[in-house]
């Protein structure tokens, strides 16, 4: 069994030891952090059963719930992802508030931390953290967890590195796209022309039935297949760049 979408699930993927939490902020974690529970972000953690290890995707709010989770899961963290760099991703400073994130994980575990080259900047001034503390990524790549292959997509648009992750049919969108919309372009070193480019080319690869799991609950569900998705997000709707542009320019 899985947990998937919150809950657990008999698991049909062709990896019988991936283990995989998709968890709420304010819910599953940081329960008694306003902001958290705002803010809704999902964080994630995959790994391999077989060798009870495990990466987080996105530990922000609360590090410390996110490593007792794992822990009583039976599975040890050894490494992080981030999608972006803004705070409520990987901690920092967000409108005046302090949040927890990965300098908070790196004191807690010695992991590497992958980031995009793109994004090393900002991750560096919001976090505080070195480069010393961060496995850098040019482009798309594959890590592993234990046996369990992650792909890291390098999708840009809503910032320079974001990133998304594909492992065996889980797709995890990050603030790049959601069930319903897609990342924000009108914030520092978002790019509209680059996120159209990402929706339609880069992400090409990822099939119909993998299943979406993104960055914030913003929709009635918490994950559904690429195929409704592409089918039913007004983001897919403009047939051409110059459409998509004249929609969605100024997010």
Not at 2 to 14: A, L, M, R, T, W
Not at 67 to 92: N, R, S, W
Not at 107 to 132: C, I, L, N, W, Y
Request: glycine share 10%; proline share 5%; with cysteine.
């Amino acid at each position: 069994m899985v947990s998937v979408c919150g809950g657990s699930f008999p698991y049909h993927g062709d990896m019988s030891s991936l283990y995989f939490r998709q968890l709420l902020s304010g819910r599953d974690f940081a329960v008694d952090d306003p902001i958290a529970r705002q803010m809704r972000n999902f964080a994630y953690l995959i790994g391999d059963h077989d060798t009870g290890e495990a990466v987080v995707v996105d530990p922000a709010y609360n590090v410390d719930d996110l490593i007792a989770i794992a822990d009583a899961d039976g599975m040890k963290l050894t490494g992080a992802l981030a999608t972006h760099y803004h705070a409520d991703h990987v901690g920092g400073s967000m409108m005046g508030h302090k949040l927890v994130g990965i300098a908070e994980l790196l004191d807690a575990v010695q992991v590497p931390v992958h980031v995009q080259a793109a994004e090393v900047e900002f991750v560096r001034k919001v976090t505080g953290v070195s480069d010393a503390d961060l496995a850098i990524h040019d482009g798309s790549d594959t890590i592993t967890v234990g046996d369990i292959p992650i792909e890291l997509i390098h999708t840009p648009g809503h910032t320079p590195g974001s990133q998304t992750f594909l492992v065996d049919n889980h797709f995890l969108g990050g603030d790049t796209l959601f069930l319903e919309g897609c990342g924000r372009t009108d914030l520092p070193g978002g790019d509209p022309a680059e996120l159209y480019t990402t929706l339609t080319q880069r992400l090409a690869h990822v099939p119909d039935e993998a299943v979406l799991f993104p960055g914030h609950l913003y929709s009635a569900e918490p994950c559904q297949s690429m195929a409704e998705t592409r089918q039913h997000n007004y983001v897919f709707a403009p047939k051409s760049a110059e459409q998509w542009l004249m929609m969605f320019g100024n997010n």
